[in-house]
């Protein structure tokens, strides 16, 4: 892809039309134009273009954009090269944004209607959206495998065969590791620990799993395309001080440091690993599962349901571009912030209107079940919670104590369900397994 082009300089820019500024300003030239630009927090070549087709001066303008933004940006404690601090400012659209994600993201998402999704489904659906996680973060680093195929090996919990099949389950391991220590404090060993679990068993060289790349090491971020460099990242002598900075950051609390919105703070730790690349390889990956860290570890629980490396793949380009434009903009950071927020918007309005289907699906499942005259209330019960949690084994035992009824009254209504269709069931010498049929699980409820 084509590298964003790097704005002029602002000290040069500023020497030299300082007296055009200055008329500007006091005639308002500028005024419309910039709010356009700040609303959407264009980069330079999009000022640019706009000014050529609005008849502005592209320069005066950018010089107009960039002095409101330095008079409101926040510098972080964390480097891009050349002695730049990371810097961002919060536009107007991300704050909006940051409500609601504080509003829905750590509570719940319809607060003004009944939840949808009973614990055994909000467990089955947590858990199909790590495993979307898992197989997306892993297609995004060029795992040859499709979503299909991938969900199945997750499911089955068979070994993987192939170099694309150990990334997805260790992917996926990686995420169940980072939901069980959540509230374990960022460390460099920590680090380490992640990026073991993502790459083992996946790199042409298994001695780069689990260490950090050295001098010897030559990494840089290649367009495969055109083989034009990307990125190069800082040395690797640079790493341990970087790291240690990092991990304290994240460590940070409200009464250690100054306040930085969690979401802004685990974007940002995002963006970091994925410019200091301190892997040979595994960047990309162990870059989102720390901003997975970051919203757990905030108890943004609904993150949880949020398969954000989906979004992402689906674009891969614009999320390239925007680490270059914050490189390329003297290490602005809010351009991959904005482009974080609307990722996360996305993410949220499909969680949204997923938990809406459920409502209806279910309100019309009740419905269905209910014309079916055969059904007694227990086995209309039992075909609700199959389709709920398709995955959940029926016994005759657990019938039976759930109702209170005798063994042979349990019995008759499991088998049952299963002549008209509604259930499957595997049979031994001790007991009955009964499962959800496909009739229930792809049900148009």
Not at 31 to 36: E, K, P
Not at 112 to 135: G, K, V
Request: charge should be positive; proline fraction near 4%; hydrophobic fraction near 35%.
């Amino acid at each position: 892809m084509r590298i964003p082009r790097r704005p002029p300089s602002f000290n040069d820019l500023f020497g030299r039309r300082s007296h055009d500024l200055n008329t500007a300003v006091i005639k308002h030239e500028f005024n419309d134009f910039t709010r356009r630009c700040e609303a959407g927090y264009w980069p330079w070549d999009k000022v640019r273009m706009a000014a050529r087709s609005s008849g502005v001066d592209a320069e005066l303008a950018w010089l107009m954009v960039k002095i409101g933004r330095m008079q409101r940006f926040r510098s972080l404690p964390l480097f891009g090269t050349g002695g730049y601090a990371l810097r961002f400012n919060v536009p107007d659209r991300v704050q909006h944004e940051l409500m609601l994600i504080d509003q829905q993201m750590a509570g719940r998402l319809l607060s003004d209607e009944a939840d949808p999704l009973t614990q055994h489904q909000r467990e089955r659906f947590i858990i199909s959206a790590l495993r979307e996680e898992a197989i997306a973060s892993s297609m995004l680093e060029g795992a040859a495998t499709t979503r299909r195929d991938a969900k199945s090996l997750l499911r089955s919990g068979r070994k993987p065969r192939t170099r694309a099949e150990r990334m997805v389950v260790n992917n996926y391991h990686a995420i169940m590791f980072i939901r069980e220590h959540r509230k374990t404090p960022l460390s460099v060993d920590f680090t380490l620990e992640l990026q073991s679990i993502l790459t083992r068993g996946t790199l042409d060289r298994e001695d780069e799993v689990g260490r950090f790349r050295t001098d010897r090491d030559d990494i840089s971020i290649v367009d495969h395309r055109d083989n034009e460099v990307m990125h190069t990242p800082p040395a690797a002598s640079e790493l341990e001080e970087r790291l240690d900075a990092f991990c304290r950051f994240a460590n940070e609390t409200p009464t250690s440091g100054a306040f930085i919105h969690p979401v802004i703070k685990a974007c940002v730790l995002h963006f970091q690993i994925g410019f200091d690349h301190p892997f040979c390889d595994g960047n990309g990956r162990t870059a989102r599962a720390l901003f997975y860290w970051a919203m757990l570890k905030n108890d943004y629980w609904l993150f949880e349901f949020l398969p954000i490396s989906r979004l992402i793949y689906r674009s891969p380009a614009k999320y390239t571009k925007a680490y270059l434009l914050c490189e390329t903009d003297d290490f602005d950071v809010t351009y991959f912030l904005s482009y974080k927020v609307k990722i996360i918007s996305r993410a949220r309005q499909e969680l949204r209107e997923y938990l809406q289907d459920q409502q209806v699906r279910q309100s019309e499942a009740r419905k269905t079940l209910a014309g079916d005259e055969r059904l007694n209330h227990r086995q209309r019960e039992v075909v609700l919670r199959a389709s709920r949690n398709p995955e959940r084994v029926l016994t005759i035992a657990d019938h039976q104590s759930r109702f209170a009824v005798s063994y042979g009254t349990a019995r008759t209504d499991l088998l049952e369900l299963s002549r008209w269709g509604y259930l499957t069931y595997s049979a031994d010498t001790k007991r009955y397994d009964f499962y959800a049929s496909d009739k229930v699980r792809n049900a148009e409820w």
